[in-house]
């Protein structure tokens, strides 16, 4: 491993010399052939008039204190809205796919959910507009993608920045801001395979010199590639900017999402060789086996329903004292319903050659509200700029939720009768409300030692106030119980400019996450402390030919300690630990005025150094849904006589096991990709996307049981008119 290790620590740069060398050959080539290279201007929606850099964007989920891409010790991937719309990322889940090193899949009660780094689930922090949610698996959904102005993911412990639960790193979902001064329209409308229609319209209008109000809706349907499976989507944002004076500015947001799924597809399950009609390989599972025969069945009770509506408010405020310091204020409010009445898990019984199937009802009545003040300081000390941040955040959540388990008739996994949901209320009932109270104090800093050397550092102290009251209704009893923890996470790291347009950057930090989600801990485990997460990464940013060459690249170690163990009598204690080590590279080229490039890969080794589940030692298995490699790669091509652009996209997910015990083995999958663009009058486009073009059959995520998967969406098509005004 060590020497897996100096082999991967030179990975990157050797990566980064390599494709500048080559590619700065075929631009020279071109400029001797051509006599001179007319560059072109990249226009990135969201950030202003005029060209940037990808590595000159400035983030929030990095740090408070302005960063740029380039200026943090850290991988950073921003997806922005022209990105989604030229590769086709209709939703969230297809945006976190196309990052390097993320996989991204649906879960019952998770959907959305991310692996990201060989770290799964609640390991990923979860934040809209920097305001963060205390338990990301809960918050976290499916949205579409058009609501956004980019998704940005910040790779590596990030508890500095979102608190605890930050340790494989954190997705910040920026929605559509305000801009002063700009009228703006854009829309789109687009129907496809399986009846699925799409439709959006965003709006910027100046209100006055110094005020501006943007709105943006969005409503989609489907109804699904597996049967009896429609679901549809309702999202409306809005903001309001306004600067009374040149050192007062104040916005507010308000964003309403809604998302409804009818007899959700909850996965398909592994069956008996034997009795499979048409087993594949797709699963390695000993007797068990993925038919092909039975994958768009729904086993989901026939009224199964699963829901959410959320409500995001939000206002800033920020003050300029001087002209190098700035007081800021950020207040938000958030609240959540949830429902699900489904069959969720079905497990096949050999005896009786049926599914055996369980019924689940949960509800979700979800309430936060939080305040983050700063006093920020950007300007020169002894010589040297210095910009700093320090401040106190406040989080306040309530959680209440109906929760009833029982089951339903099992069926034929070839002929189901699904029935009816029906109340499981006298089976396993548990009424229960979660009060999560966590105050932070919080500093950052970076400066300069010299123009080329910037040094950042930053340290956050959390006290969590945790109470939980549950109500059994099958014993009649009401418990009561809470912790309170406390723990400080810190980070520190370097950026050095080595030569025009390449830089360095190393950093160490570390992070803090519950032994379980806060808002569903049990009793036992909420007497565990915070499990500590440390990680260090080094790796080179370039942006080189005027910004025709963008590359990152980098190489990290994260380890977990502290994970729950459970002994061979279900006793839970703490002392596990999970590591991973991996190299990771993002490359975009403009190759020539018509063509472009982009790609990225991830390769991680990810293993339980100790763990042990009902005694038995999960020592040096992979995490459940990590893939060991990730690839994707996409392209375009515009003609030069007519406004016709090609484009194709190809992405490799590596096999994945759907247990830690590593007993289940899914195989890896390739998709293919591709698209039309014909550019209409009046600032318009017609799109013709084909999907999985190779009808690839594959199974893409594991569900709650490891003898059940998600099967992908087969072959599809769609139809896309967008334009902008």
């Known amino acids: 491993m060590n020497s897996m290790l100096r082999t991967a620590a030179s990975g990157p740069i050797l990566v980064a010399a390599t494709l500048a060398a080559s590619l700065s050959s075929a631009f020279a080539q071109q400029a001797e052939d051509a006599g001179a290279v007319a560059l072109e201007e990249i226009t990135v929606q969201g950030e202003g008039a005029g060209a940037i850099s990808p590595l000159e964007r400035k983030t929030e989920a990095a740090s408070r204190l302005g960063l740029s891409v380039k200026e943090t010790p850290a991988t950073i991937d921003v997806i922005t809205q022209d990105e989604m719309q030229t590769e086709g990322l209709r939703s969230l889940i297809e945006v976190y796919n196309s990052a390097p090193g993320v996989v991204a899949g649906n879960l019952p009660g998770e959907p959305g959910v991310t692996a990201m780094r060989g770290f799964s689930r609640g390991a990923v922090g979860y934040s809209i507009d920097g305001f ?315 400066i300069n030692i010299t123009p080329e050397w910037i040094v950042v550092g930053g340290l956050r102290h959390d006290w969590i106030d945790l109470d939980r009251t549950i109500n059994d209704l099958n014993a009649g009893t009401t418990t009561r119980f809470g912790n309170d923890y406390s723990a400080t996470s810190w980070r520190l790291g370097a950026v050095y400019d080595v030569a025009p347009g390449i830089s360095l950057f190393g950093q160490y930090t570390t992070a803090i996450s519950p032994a379980s989600s806060l808002l569903l801990i049990n009793e036992i485990r909420s007497k565990l402390d915070l499990t500590k997460g440390r990680s260090i990464e080094a790796g080179v940013k370039t942006s080189l030919f005027d910004g025709r060459l963008t590359a990152t690249a980098s190489v990290y170690e994260i380890e977990q300690k502290d994970i729950i163990l459970t002994d061979a009598g279900g006793v839970t204690a703490q002392g596990g630990t999970q590591r991973s080590r991996g190299l990771e590279f993002d490359v975009s080229a403009v190759i020539t005025e018509q063509w472009r490039v982009s790609a990225n890969a991830s390769f991680v080794k990810a293993e339980f150094v100790e763990l042990l589940e009902n005694g038995l030692s999960r020592k040096g298995n992979r995490p459940l849904n990590v893939p060991a490699q990730t690839f994707n790669l996409w392209t375009t091509y515009r003609l030069a006589s007519v406004p016709l652009t090609f484009g194709a996209g190809l992405r490799h997910v590596g ?71």
Do not use: C
């Open 655 to 725: 096999d994945f096991y759907t247990d830690n015990a590593n007993t289940k083995r899914v195989k890896g999958r390739t998709l293919l990709d591709a698209s039309i663009a014909y550019d209409v009058p009046a600032g318009g486009t017609i799109t013709l996307r084909g999907r999985n073009l190779t009808n690839k059959f594959y199974a893409e995520w594991s569900g709650y049981s490891s003898t059940q998967v998600y099967v992908g969406a087969p072959r599809s098509f769609d139809l896309t008119y967008s334009v902008k005004f």
């Open 132 to 446: 963060r949610a205390i338990d990301p698996l809960i918050a976290s959904r499916n949205y579409d993608s058009y609501s956004f102005d980019r998704i940005e993911i910040l790779k590596g412990p990030a508890s500095v920045v979102s608190g605890s639960g930050a340790l494989a790193g954190t997705i910040n979902i920026v929605t559509r801001k305000p801009e002063i001064g700009v009228a703006k329209a854009d829309g789109l409308i687009s129907y496809g395979s399986f009846d699925s229609v799409r439709a959006g319209a965003s709006f910027n209008a100046p209100i006055s010199p110094n005020a501006a109000a943007n709105a943006s809706v969005l409503f989609s349907r489907s109804n699904g590639y597996v049967n009896d499976t429609d679901s549809r989507n309702a999202q409306v944002t809005t903001g309001f900017t306004i600067e009374p004076t040149d050192r007062l500015k104040i916005s507010a947001a308000i964003d309403y999402f809604e998302d409804h799924y009818g007899t959700p597809y909850q996965g398909t399950p592994l069956i008996a060789r034997e009795d499979a009609r048409n087993p594949t390989g797709v699963v390695s599972a000993g007797d068990l086996v993925l038919d092909k025969s039975i994958w768009k069945k729904n086993y989901n009770v026939s009224d199964g329903v699963m829901k959410s509506d959320a409500l995001w408010a939000r206002t800033t405020a920020e003050f300029k004292l001087t002209d190098a310091w700035t007081l800021r204020n950020a207040f938000g409010v958030y609240n959540a319903n949830r429902t699900w009445a489904n069959s969720e898990d079905f497990t096949y019984n050999a005896t009786t050659k049926k599914l055996d199937r369980t019924s689940t009802f949960i509800s979700h009545d979800h309430q936060s509200w939080s305040n983050r003040a700063s006093a920020d300081f950007d300007g020169d000390v002894a010589g040297r700029r210095n910009r700093f941040s320090a401040g106190v955040e406040y989080l306040w959540t309530d959680f209440g939720s109906k929760r009833r388990f029982g089951s339903v008739d099992s069926v034929d996994p070839f002929n189901p009768v699904r029935g009816t949901f029906s109340d499981t209320s006298g089976s396993k009932g548990q009424n229960f409300d979660s009060t999560v109270k966590n105050t932070s104090l919080f500093v950052e800093d970076a």
